[in-house]
């Protein structure tokens, strides 16, 4: 299963999280035996959390949430369902009127379908929600304006769209499988700081322009881990801001026409692998916009900054005009 534990980032933060959902609870704990419910309200110190990786089908985590409506314990830290193989589809409401902070759905194999209104009153106090790991095809559309981070990696989608993210425009923190990417997909989220796609295809010369643009004045970094690309079209990546950044393992090309306006808006770019260095990147060795670069070129002494190569290694080259 490819991760991201080796790719140190702000944005990484929240899927290698998920790793947290498996952890045990602190044995000392109160807690509230699941039976035959499935769930199980415990408190310690990771906070109050329904736990319902247990549940063999959606009534059942029903129930246990009209008992705790019943007795009037509805606020929750976290609500966790974690490798649960029974579950397949988290309906409208499924929580009712509890009130979450963080979600954790995660390494379900069989939920294919969670609907975006699933939440309950939960819309108004979450603020994380992982769903990394099941089988979604499709980016549900929730409605929490106040939630900050949304981890989807791990799932099968077919596409990202803009009205996918209509419900939840303060988001600030992204995170994506591998997946076709429409254009403008992600213009709704003012407030984005971070987003995460790895392991992209080597070629994204099926890619409209317009695919990865940005409209945030927020925007701090676009990360591409483990992905080396090898064609690009012109105006692929938009709308990025002066100290913004974007990260990628390669692109041997680093070709004037894709990367001259993100460069050229105080945007950074870096390279977290090492590519060819020749005449393709003379454009850059050669600019002012180098400093706003980190590019690692392979050499025989090893990998070494595109600065730190000598100068004259690039000026026979032929440099189109910008």
């Known amino acids: 299963m490819k991760t991201l534990a080796f790719y140190p980032s702000f944005a990484t933060w929240l899927l290698c999280s998920t790793v947290l959902v498996t952890s045990q609870l602190n044995p000392d704990a109160a807690s509230t035996p699941a039976g035959s419910a499935g769930c199980t309200s415990t408190e310690g110190e990771e906070g109050k959390i329904l736990d319902c990786s247990s549940a063999t089908d959606v009534a059942q985590i029903k129930n246990f949430v009209e008992k705790l409506t019943d007795e009037n314990d509805l606020a929750f830290d976290r609500f966790k369902m974690v490798e ?15 009130r979450v902070r963080i979600i954790e759905v995660v ?3 069989s939920l294919a379908e969670v609907d975006g209104d699933f939440l309950g009153a939960s819309n108004d106090t979450v603020f994380v929600i992982f769903l990394g790991y099941n089988a979604l095809t499709r980016i549900p559309a929730l409605k929490a304006e106040g939630l900050f981070a949304l981890d989807l990696f791990g799932n099968p989608l077919e596409k990202v769209a803009r009205e996918d993210f209509q419900g939840v425009g303060n988001l600030q923190s992204l995170i994506l499988p591998p997946v076709p ?3 403008l997909a992600f ?7 971070t987003l995460t796609v790895p392991f992209l295809a080597a070629s994204l010369d ?3 322009p317009g ?8 925007l701090q970094e676009v990360f591409f881990p483990g992905s080396d690309f090898r064609y690009l079209l012109p105006g692929v990546f938009e709308g990025f801001i002066p100290g913004s950044k ?12 894709v990367l001259f306006n993100l460069l050229s808006r105080g945007a950074r770019l870096e390279f977290t692998g090492s590519i060819t260095c020749g005449c393709h990147q003379a454009w850059i060795r050669l600019s002012p ?9 392979v050499t025989e002494g090893g990998p070494t900054l595109l600065q730190d190569m000598a100068e004259s290694e690039f000026t026979s080259c032929y440099v189109d005009s910008l």
């Open 107 to 109: 390494s379900c194999p």
């Open 206 to 208: 099926t890619v409209s």
């Open 211 to 218: 695919s990865f643009s940005f409209d945030s004045m927020h």
């Open 289 to 297: 916009l180098l400093i706003q670069t980190s590019i690692r070129c």
């Open 246 to 257: 974007l990260v990628m393992e390669s692109y041997n090309l680093t070709s004037p026409s």
């Open 84 to 98: 649960n193989a029974h579950v397949d589809h988290l309906p409208a409401g499924v929580l009712g009127e509890l």
């Open 187 to 193: 213009h709704s989220l003012k407030s984005l700081r």
């Open 181 to 183: 990417v429409e254009i």
